[in-house]
């Protein structure tokens, strides 16, 4: 049987990625799905003990719905960085640029 908890590495790379697109569409830059899927995962994985703490404290104290947000903040704030590695403008061409 598998708990809700052990699909939460999972939800907190979809969220991050909800939160890189949302970013990058909102700021006009575009990426890689691929380079933006690893930037992702990295960044989630380093947020993700901190999130767990925090929103493990909020659902402590009776606060589940904070918990929830509390987590949620956490991966979108990993998906903005991630999409900031990984982006760039619209229409940005990297072979002219380099030349």
Known sequence: MVRAVDNLPKLAIVIAIRGAQEWLRSNRQEADECALYECCKSW??????QAVK????AFDAGHA????ATF???MIEAGVEAAKEA???IGFNAEL???
């Open 44 to 49: 989630a994985r380093a947020k993700f003990p």
């Open 65 to 68: 719905d904070l918990a929830l």
């Open 72 to 74: 949620d903040a956490s």
């Open 87 to 89: 982006g760039w403008p």
């Open 54 to 57: 925090e929103a493990r404290e």
């Open 97 to 99: 640029a380099c030349a």
